[in-house]
């Protein structure tokens, strides 16, 4: 079955100690991104990556790094998470950017105290 | 900078009851625009893509239409399943500029 799969679903942490969220995708998807989703300001994307090795800034990078290692893997690393970045989080693939439509994860909420 | 606006924020229907939702766009060349619907707790689902003015799509109860600033996506007959959050969202010709998604339209659809 196609999916994109994100980890953990839910997660708690302390201000200050570092998380990475998973996400793979087994489409061969050459796109993907992560998004974060709040009350009254929609998703908003904060890294995406063309292919293998090439990640680039969304609107609200501040706070997270990515890497891409390998086409089918995204993580999304917060090295100092804090309680502003208590959100929904949801990774995406598509075939390529732009014009193709995007399959997304079932969402990692994430709370920071 | 590009935008999107959805209309309106929440809409309450009764079962039956066919309707229109809005979004309306600002974009720097238009590559392409999505409607997606999340259900409470998921991920958003593809739905459409729209590429040009004039363009239509249609999917059991749903059919979306674009025009140069706006789409709408027509709802006809709805039933209390339909009920979700409808998200439109654009990407622009210019580079790889993000999807840029608009704020939703929240539908509740009453047996």
């Known amino acids: 079955e196609a999916q994109v799969t994100q980890n953990p679903r839910y997660l708690i942490t302390v201000t200050g100690k570092k998380l990475t969220v998973t996400c793979s995708q087994n489409m061969n998807h050459e796109y993907m991104s992560w998004y974060r989703q709040d009350p009254g300001l929609g998703l908003r994307q904060i890294y995406y990556?063309?292919?293998?090795?090439?990640?680039d800034k969304g609107d609200v990078p501040e706070g997270y790094k990515v890497s891409r290692k390998e086409k089918r893997n995204f993580p999304l690393i917060l090295e100092s998470p804090s309680p502003n970045q208590t959100s929904l989080y949801f990774c995406a693939s598509s075939f390529r950017t732009g014009n193709t439509e995007a399959f997304f994860g079932q969402g990692t909420r994430l709370t920071v105290v | 900078e590009d935008q999107v606006t959805q209309s309106p924020e929440a809409l309450r229907l009764q079962e039956g009851e066919s309707s229109s939702l809005n979004c309306s766009y600002t974009v720097s060349g238009l590559r392409g625009l999505f409607w997606y619907r999340q259900d409470p707790g998921k991920g958003p689902e593809f739905l459409f893509t729209l590429y040009s003015a004039g363009e239509e799509k249609e999917k059991e109860r749903l059919k979306a239409t674009l025009t140069k600033k706006e789409s709408f996506l027509h709802i006809t007959a709805p039933k209390p399943e339909d009920s979700a959050t409808y998200l439109c969202?654009?990407?622009?010709?210019?580079?790889?500029?993000?999807?840029?998604f608009g704020k939703g339209t929240r539908l509740s659809v009453i047996a």
């Open positions: 990556s063309m292919n293998v090795e090439v990640t």
């Open positions: 969202a654009v990407h622009a010709a210019t580079g790889n500029t993000p999807l840029v």
